[in-house]
């Protein structure tokens, strides 16, 4: 049961998605839905998706929930909630309520646009607590440098399914390991904690960057969470901006293959189970 586990759609409007006009990253300026990617999956033999909100509103989290209704290929959906805000259960109940609800599994706030202390905050966490009492995931999305943090807080929300998106985005285009490594061996040793193997590529150079580049990265993600813990996620269509899908899965089916040389490899099945309840 191949799944990529962290991909996007949108139709594109400059207010909505201020980060990509803000970012000047003109490449994303169009739409991107399903029927945009299903070719690509179907090139790599890739059986299915979750789909992960790339805009903090509700809107757009029905609006994901009601392609997974259309398109049974979208196997979930990690959407948005004000997880800060009291209003977060009715909020939740909305999504539930929602065309295709069944299929959201997670939900995920843009921490790394946060300041300082953002995982701290007892308001947040008692939404991500919110999260956890209805069997949904709540996924990490954090820079780098925020990764101490993320060690407090998922440390203290222990029996709750937390996954890290894009390895916390270790700073690969700058070489820099030995910092990201140490704590990200400090998450892993935290079994309600799973991690995606994506996002690596938006990281390096994008016009340079090369395989053997990646590989230390994704050899300390290994170490860290073994192989029952560790999703693929495409990022698509982030990813474009460095790469096609088919790199970025070649990249990642190619690394895995070659644990087989060690005894072990990625256990896909498992990963997405333990990540957000699917089977």
């Given amino acids: 049961m191949p799944i ?3 991909q996007h759609f949108w139709t594109y409007d400059e207010a909505r998605y201020g980060w990509i006009a803000e970012g000047g990253l003109h490449a994303l300026k169009r739409d991107f839905l399903p029927e945009d990617l299903r070719p690509l999956l179907d090139q790599r033999g890739v059986d299915g998706t979750v ?3 790339a805009r903090q509103d509700l809107e757009e989290s029905e ?3 009601g392609l997974a209704a259309d398109h049974p290929w979208i196997r979930g959906v990690v959407g948005w909630v004000d997880l800060a805000s009291e209003e977060v259960e009715g909020q939740l109940d909305r999504l539930a309520a929602a065309r295709g609800g069944e299929r959201l599994v997670g939900i995920r706030h843009v921490v790394q646009a946060e300041a300082e202390g953002f995982l701290d905050g007892a308001d947040f966490r008692r939404g991500v607590a919110a999260v956890g009492a209805r069997g949904l995931a709540y996924d990490v999305l954090i820079l780098e440098h925020q ?6 807080f998922c440390g203290a929300m222990e029996g709750q399914r937390l996954v890290l998106d894009h390895l916390a985005k270790p700073r690969i285009a700058a070489g820099e390991i030995d910092r990201w490594a140490g704590l990200m061996r400090e998450l892993g040793a935290m079994e309600h904690v799973t991690c995606k193997v994506s996002g690596m590529v938006t990281e390096a150079d994008h016009g340079a960057w090369t395989y053997d580049q990646l590989t230390p990265y994704m050899d300390v993600a290994f170490e860290a969470f073994g192989p029952k813990r560790l999703l693929f996620g495409s990022d698509w269509p982030v990813c474009t901006l460095a790469a096609p899908y ?5 990249v990642f089916s190619r690394w895995n293959a ?3 040389m060690v005894g072990a490899t990625v256990d896909a099945e498992a990963a997405v189970e333990a990540a957000y309840g699917l089977t």
């Avoid at 990764?147 to 407090?152: D, G, H, I, M, Q």
């Avoid at 088919?246 to 070649?250: N, Q, S, T, Y």
């Fill in 51 to 53: 789909a992960v909100q």
């Fill in 63 to 65: 609006w994901l929930l």
């Fill in 4 to 6: 990529d586990a962290h």
């Fill in 147 to 152: 990764l101490e943090e993320a060690v407090r």
């Fill in 258 to 260: 070659s644990l087989s």
């Fill in 246 to 250: 088919a790199r970025v899965h070649e």
